[in-house]
């Protein structure tokens, strides 16, 4: 079987692989549950392209992306629920439908407030339509009922305080979370004194929730902030290695000092550039 452009040459493929006998042992042992972990990973994977500027690395991990989608697409089509056409049908029409100032009567005729509350109607009545074809499902009572549960954990932490904020439960200004990092350290440092493990964890997730709040305040988006953070943590981390390297010295075998110097002489390097 040779590449190809077309979408159905990637279905065919995802089939073989999951066919009975002849098929791959390990894509045919695969669910929803253990394939779902993988969809994840590709995810950031491509946002890390997306980071890197690397527009070739992006088109393959896209291409990664788009192969979770088709195997998940061929699990449920073995289970008789959806096949991938369907799933693109899904899409298609909600986007139609989420975009009637592009596809609709009045397309091109939408003020830029007008297309923000159109959105937010046709989600509710999107919301809906679903507790329609659910009517067994529990209605959600809380105002935080609808942030996913599988989200990444940053992602809903965000999305919880954009909720909670709606309403009016939320600081004024960016200065009034940092007050409360400062409280939140305070304790850290207290369950510390008292050799409480547990406590220091809590306070550490707290303290961590409030600093997504404080992205959220400056504009920040929290986890592309801590994926520049790594980053540049890797960055720098060579450095001290290359350093030490050329000084005939291992990482294992340098102080604390010596790593802490080298840390801000990379620093210096890199405002220097």
């Known amino acids: 079987m040779s590449p190809s452009r077309d ?7 995802m089939a073989q692989l999951r066919t009975p006998v002849t098929g791959c042992p390990w894509d045919l042992e695969q669910n929803f549950a253990t394939i779902a972990p993988y969809t ?23 291409g990664d992306l788009l192969l979770q989608v088709v195997f998940h697409a061929r699990m449920a089509e073995e289970q008789n629920a959806f096949a991938f056409g369907d799933v693109v049908e899904a899409i298609t029409r909600k986007m139609i439908r989420r ?14 407030a007008d297309v923000k509350e159109a ?21 959600p009572s809380s105002l935080l009922a609808s942030v996913k549960a599988g989200q990444p954990t940053l992602a809903r932490a965000l999305e919880l305080q954009r909720k909670a904020s709606t309403v009016g439960f939320d600081w ?56 520049g953070a ?4 890797e960055r720098r981390f060579a450095y001290i ?29 890199e405002a220097a550039e």
């Open 7 to 13: 979408i159905n040459r990637l279905i065919e493929i």
């Open 40 to 62: 994840i990973e590709e995810a950031y994977e491509v946002a890390d392209a997306i980071t890197r500027q690397d527009l070739e690395d992006l088109k393959d991990e896209l």
């Open 99 to 112: 975009h009637p100032h592009v596809f609709g009567e009045r397309a091109g005729k939408l003020s830029p």
């Open 119 to 139: 959105w937010g109607r046709i989600k509710a009545e999107e919301k809906a339509e679903r507790a329609a074809r659910h009517p067994h499902e529990p209605a």
């Open 172 to 227: 004024n200004d960016a200065r009034a979370v940092l007050a409360k990092i400062r409280e939140e350290t305070d304790e850290i440092e207290e369950a510390l004194d008292a050799g409480q493990s547990d406590e220091v964890a809590a306070e550490v997730g707290d303290l961590m929730f409030v600093l997504v709040n404080l992205a959220r305040h400056v504009g920040a988006d929290p986890d592309s902030a801590l994926r």
């Open 230 to 233: 790594n980053t540049k943590f």
């Open 241 to 269: 290695e290359q350093a030490l390297a050329a000084r005939g010295v291992a990482a294992a075998d340098a102080s604390l000092d010596e790593m802490d110097a080298l840390w801000n002489e990379a620093k210096r390097q």
